[in-house]
């Protein structure tokens, strides 16, 4: 499960660091992220370039805000979002909560000698109550690492830099899926900061 995220580098850092050329500017949420706020993300649709979706896909008027990496391809709701329309989440980190005695505790995690870092996630559009679209995307999730263990039995699926093209690629085949795996131990930073409940969004 990834219910928060976080990102404080400016645009042009993020062009930079996924070598990305691009004029237009994309309006995103920079801090801590939340279901429902625009996330930016890196995508190759005509080209490689930089856009903000909205947090979640929406069912029920609910947000789905996780994909199960291993029953992606079993459901109707991500299949086709993931052959057709997979994008990178850019962080600097992630939240988490571990329960400890009867509190909730907030741990945020990133990972060793990278500022910035990519959450595997998928897109699509969406209707609103208008009958106007909304591109929304969530983030998938697979089991934890050693170090994940200790604070969820969940986490973010997190592509490694040399895999990001490839993640990327217009190209799909089932090989892709060996990427969804847990990201190697030994390489996460966690620290404990302060408390935080969440509510009302949903998990698949």
């Known amino acids: 499960m990834c219910g928060r995220v976080v990102l404080d580098n400016d645009f042009k850092d993020i062009l930079k660091r996924y070598f990305i050329e691009q004029s237009q500017t994309v309006s995103f949420k920079k801090g801590e992220g939340f279901p429902g706020d625009n996330l930016i993300v890196a995508l190759n649709d005509d080209k490689k370039r930089l856009?903000?979706?909205?947090?979640?896909f929406i069912v029920n008027n609910k947000r789905i805000i996780n994909a199960r990496s291993e029953t992606i391809l079993q459901k109707h709701l991500f299949k086709e979002a993931f052959i057709q329309n997979r994008c990178l989440i850019p962080v600097n980190g992630f939240f988490e909560w571990?329960?400890?005695?009867?509190?909730?505790?907030?741990?945020?995690i990133a990972l060793k000698g990278e500022t910035i870092f990519s959450l595997a996630g998928i897109y699509r559009d969406f209707l609103e109550k208008d009958g106007s679209k909304k591109r929304c995307v969530t983030i998938i999730t697979t089991q934890p690492n050693k170090e994940m263990c200790e604070i969820h039995n969940r986490m973010p699926v997190i592509i490694d830099r040399r895999d990001e093209e490839l993640y990327l690629s217009k190209n799909f085949d089932e090989s892709l899926l060996n990427l969804l795996r847990p990201f190697k131990d030994g390489s996460l930073i966690i620290n404990r900061v302060d408390n935080l409940h969440y509510e009302n969004i949903s998990f698949l």
């Open 51 to 56: 856009d903000a979706f909205s947090w979640g």
């Open 98 to 108: 571990k329960k400890e005695d009867t509190k909730k505790v907030k741990y945020r």
